[in-house]
């Protein structure tokens, strides 16, 4: 029997989004909040923009192999801006700054409207609630939720950036469990990435792993398709049904997968 319901924050609470013209506009902000923290790279918007992109990407590389996350600073010191000669101790203080200001600005963010209905019901008809988020910021994911008015929802929130280790490691999913005296199989996750969150959840021996697509879906998996999700939905109402009917096993054991 599923008692939590497990929520990844980006793609899934809410929508995210990018494009090179939003982008382009962040680096222009970036510019002027390095510029007024006496951090000027001497970079143009658009070589600033480039540097944090490919600088990033290193970096996301390297988390995905090790499913691990590093502090804030040391990817702004060792993958952003390694050789730009900005003062090292200054770039470490305004790191997680600097963070929270990439992740909230390179991509646009927008809970999806049905999600506090959601909540509330499933919080209502007894389920626990928690939230597993991959994310650089350690500020975001808290700063998030309080804004959109659904913080109080969630006990546990478990970040990458707080844990240490990253979706799809199965350690930040069993501590999930742990933080709210349950077993693995008692939780279903909800998130938008097969590699991410429908391989982790079901690595980790969670009861369900529901996918919701969303844009970040096919920019993080690409051509995976598999493991398959045990539910595929469209909308966050749909949980509701899914989480309260009988489980009795994955592949073809009474979890019914849907398109």
């Given at each position: 029997m599923i008692k939590a319901?497990?929520?990844?924050?980006?793609?899934?609470?809410?929508e995210i989004y990018y494009d090179d013209a939003t982008r382009l506009t962040a680096a222009g902000g970036l510019l002027e909040m390095l510029a007024g923290r006496g951090l000027d790279p001497g970079l143009s918007v658009e070589d600033l923009r480039a540097a944090v992109l490919s600088g990033m990407a290193a970096y996301q590389r390297w988390r995905e192999q090790y499913q691990r996350e590093l502090p804030p600073d040391r990817v702004w010191t060792e993958y952003i801006f390694p050789d730009n000669g900005l003062p090292r101790e200054r770039l470490i203080a305004e790191?997680?700054?600097?963070?929270?200001?990439?992740?909230?600005?390179?991509?646009?963010?927008?809970?999806r409207p049905e999600a506090p209905a959601v909540l509330a019901?499933?919080?209502?008809?007894?389920?626990?609630?928690?939230?597993?988020?991959?994310?650089?910021?350690?500020?975001?994911?808290?700063?998030?939720?309080?804004?959109?008015?659904?913080?109080?929802?969630?006990?546990?929130?478990?970040?990458?950036?707080?844990?240490?280790?990253?979706?799809?490691?199965?350690?930040?999913?069993?501590?999930?469990?742990?933080?709210?005296?349950?077993?693995?199989?008692?939780?279903?996750?909800?998130?938008?990435?097969?590699?991410?969150d429908v391989a982790g959840a079901q690595g980790a021996g969670y009861g369900l792993a529901i996918q919701i697509r969303s844009f970040l879906t096919d920019k993080s998996d690409g051509e995976i398709e598999e493991p398959a999700a045990d539910v595929v939905i469209q909308d966050l109402r749909e949980i509701i049904a899914v989480v309260t009917k009988p489980i009795a096993g994955r592949g073809g054991q009474g979890v019914v997968r849907e398109p």
């Amino acid at each position: 029997m599923i008692k939590a319901v497990v929520f990844d924050l980006g793609g899934t609470l809410e929508e995210i989004y990018y494009d090179d013209a939003t982008r382009l506009t962040a680096a222009g902000g970036l510019l002027e909040m390095l510029a007024g923290r006496g951090l000027d790279p001497g970079l143009s918007v658009e070589d600033l923009r480039a540097a944090v992109l490919s600088g990033m990407a290193a970096y996301q590389r390297w988390r995905e192999q090790y499913q691990r996350e590093l502090p804030p600073d040391r990817v702004w010191t060792e993958y952003i801006f390694p050789d730009n000669g900005l003062p090292r101790e200054r770039l470490i203080a305004e790191a997680e700054d600097l963070t929270l200001y990439y992740e909230d600005n390179f991509y646009g963010r927008a809970l999806r409207p049905e999600a506090p209905a959601v909540l509330a019901e499933l919080q209502q008809r007894g389920f626990r609630l928690a939230v597993i988020s991959n994310i650089l910021s350690l500020g975001l994911v808290p700063r998030k939720l309080a804004s959109y008015g659904i913080a109080s929802f969630f006990d546990p929130v478990i970040t990458s950036s707080g844990f240490g280790y990253r979706k799809p490691h199965p350690r930040i999913f069993h501590e999930a469990a742990a933080r709210m005296g349950l077993p693995p199989e008692a939780c279903a996750y909800v998130g938008d990435t097969v590699s991410r969150d429908v391989a982790g959840a079901q690595g980790a021996g969670y009861g369900l792993a529901i996918q919701i697509r969303s844009f970040l879906t096919d920019k993080s998996d690409g051509e995976i398709e598999e493991p398959a999700a045990d539910v595929v939905i469209q909308d966050l109402r749909e949980i509701i049904a899914v989480v309260t009917k009988p489980i009795a096993g994955r592949g073809g054991q009474g979890v019914v997968r849907e398109p």
